[in-house]
């Protein structure tokens, strides 16, 4: 029976089952667990810990910070840390008066790629910012150049490949670094230049490879394809064959689209924009938004209060392609203060599923960092105390669930019941035409998602009496 015509009767079944149930009291799904803080500084030296990054299971981070966690970086160098959550960080890199930053991981967690002005193995005497690899406890230097900048690595899942920009005239081919371009090494060292603009008047930046390692998404204000004669800042990529291709194409040259994240498979890429792809930013606010590599589709995310003086960036695509997160100050799902906080949102098929609030802090900010595959684990920084261990307001590096129980359309959360979409939604993911988390919609905790728990969620919806939504927790 094919996937159509097994969801088509499935959902007839629902239907009939939404007759049958009997309204009565209802009790709310279970409240979603606190984040777990992952760092913890306390010795008023106003060290941060940011930029964090995760592997695919949620359960390792990576990050930069000038604080002293391991008791190792008295110099308060900003170094690159490593973590299982629940266990203490481990200091990777350990040098003085430099500094190593914008750590990228591979899905294992056991490969580390970053950006670095410091001589970590012996080859940079020059302190020029190279890209750099851990590899389970040994570190390598993957780009040596002078007077030039290799920035902003990627690393792609099995951690063979590290996409980057760079200023450097490493082949004699980037206009001896007047423009950043796109960059490819191997964990060996081999390097490949992917793209090569003619006026070197424009830039190249922001990579963010699949996990082939034979596609990278990147933003770029030159004309590579001879789309872009308005040079806008568009979404663009290239295979490691150099075949660029333009992905957004601005209504006008005003407003730019940045920061490209894309998925394993290299089918999805989010990003945030001020352009009004959709006709849903008329008033050019900065906004999240997603585009596919094979059809060029643009879908918008976000959508701030009309003439709301925010802003949504920051994007984090989860590996899978099914969810993201970001950063926004603006007033969304609950955010009446305008605090900076993260939200996630799934995605799939022609739809946007609903926005939900990660964080909820006041008079502070917490901003998005790397998801597990799912998207059900989110680590982000902080100087809020979600967990009640950051009473210092220091910036700190945590893990939070983005799991609504029972709620996987709507992201409703307690005390807040479900709707009857999100029953529906879920009944869509027992029968494979939908992607529906665990921890979302296995509402009695039995290690599957059946239609068992669309009808168990639906007689929440309508109140059936001693009715208690149990997902397995994140």
Request: charged share 15%.
């Amino acid at each position: 029976m094919n996937v159509r015509s097994n969801s088509t009767r499935g959902i007839a079944v629902f239907g009939l089952a939404l007759a049958s149930v009997l309204m009565a009291a209802a009790e709310s799904p279970a409240a979603t667990p606190l984040p777990v803080q992952i760092t913890a500084d306390d010795s008023g030296t106003g060290c941060a810990s940011s930029t964090p990054v995760s592997d695919s299971t949620g359960t390792i981070a990576a990050w930069q910070s000038d604080c002293d966690p391991a008791t190792t970086n008295a110099d308060g160098s900003t170094e690159i840390f490593r973590a299982i959550v629940g266990s203490a960080p481990v200091q990777l890199t350990d040098k003085t008066a430099c500094t190593s930053s914008r750590p990228t991981i591979s899905a294992d967690g056991t490969r580390i790629a970053f950006e670095s002005d410091c001589d970590l193995v012996g080859a940079n005497a020059d302190g020029n910012i190279e890209i750099f690899l851990w590899k389970n406890g040994t570190l390598s230097q993957l780009t040596t150049s002078t007077d030039c900048e290799n920035l902003a690595p990627s690393i792609n899942g099995p951690g063979s490949f590290v996409a980057f920009d760079s200023t450097c005239n490493i082949f004699g081919t980037n206009n001896d670094g007047r423009g950043s371009e796109i960059y490819r090494v191997s964990v060996q060292g081999v390097l490949k230049q992917l793209t090569t603009d003619a006026t070197g008047n424009c830039d190249s930046t922001s990579a963010s490879i699949d996990s082939s390692g034979n596609l990278v998404a990147f933003d770029s204000d030159c004309d590579l394809t001879g789309e872009n004669e308005n040079l806008a800042v568009e979404i663009f990529t290239v295979t490691s064959a150099g075949a660029v291709r333009q992905l957004t194409f601005a209504p006008d040259d005003s407003c730019s689209s940045v920061h490209p994240e894309m998925d394993a498979a290299g089918t999805i890429v989010g990003f945030h924009s001020d352009c009004d792809f959709t006709g849903g930013n008329p008033d050019a606010g900065d906004e999240i938004f997603t585009v596919t590599t094979a059809s060029r589709t643009v879908q918008q995310v976000s959508s701030s209060p009309l003439g709301a003086a925010c802003a949504s960036g920051e994007v984090r695509m989860a590996s899978s392609g099914g969810a993201l997160a970001f950063s926004s100050y603006c007033k969304l799902a609950g955010n009446s203060d305008g605090s900076i906080e993260v939200y996630q949102v799934t995605l799939g098929g022609s739809s946007v599923g609903g926005l939900l609030a990660v964080t909820s802090g006041s008079d502070c900010s917490s901003m998005a960092g790397g998801l597990s595959a799912d998207g059900s684990r989110v680590m982000f920084d902080s100087d809020c105390n979600p967990s009640g261990d950051n009473a210092d307001g220091s910036v700190e590096v945590f893990r939070a669930s983005a799991c609504a129980c029972g709620a996987p359309n709507t992201r409703r959360l307690p005390p807040q019941d479900p709707l009857a979409s999100d029953a529906l939604l879920i009944l869509k993911g027992a029968v494979g035409s939908a992607s529906c988390a665990a921890c979302e919609c296995d509402t009695n905790d039995d290690g599957k998602v059946s239609s068992t728990d669309a009808l168990r969620t639906l007689k929440a919806v309508v109140g059936e009496a001693g009715i208690t939504l149990d997902c397995p927790s994140e």
